[in-house]
């Protein structure tokens, strides 16, 4: 359903682009959401973009990310410049079509995450 590429290693201050194939549903009707969960750390949410095409950050990220999607292609992606040690994690593509699911969201609103990728890691050097 979804399946996440892109993840390397990079020095500080470099740039990434993870990039969701999903397949089973409209990516444009559905919410899209990238996680990230670092090494003994909870998983967090770092971007959500809606169905509506509205983007949500975490403050962290605000500046520096940037989600999209191409509802032709099915495909969502997260470009990441300016990239920080703190942002190594494996991250992770999430789809909220509908009810069912992991809560989790940003900005006071929660959505369901009902489908999960396996996730890609991201590594930054300093």
């Known amino acids: 359903q979804v399946v996440e590429s892109g993840g390397g290693s990079v020095q500080a201050g470099g740039s990434l682009k993870l990039s969701c194939a999903a397949s089973g549903y409209t990516v444009s009707r559905s919410c899209m959401g990238w996680f990230r969960q670092a090494t003994g750390k909870e998983r967090e949410v770092v971007a959500i973009i809606d169905s509506g095409g509205i983007s949500k950050y975490r403050d962290s990220v605000k500046g520096r990310f940037t989600i999209s999607q191409d509802d032709v292609k099915k495909v969502v992606h997260l470009q990441m410049d300016s990239l920080r040690p703190e942002d190594t994690a494996m991250y992770y593509c999430?789809?909220?079509?509908?009810?069912?699911?992991?809560?989790?969201?940003?900005?006071?609103?929660?959505?369901?995450?009902?489908?999960w990728g396996q996730g890609t890691q991201v590594t930054v050097s300093s």
């Open positions: 999430a789809a909220a079509p509908g009810p069912g699911g992991v809560v989790a969201g940003l900005g006071g609103k929660p959505y369901e995450w009902k489908y």
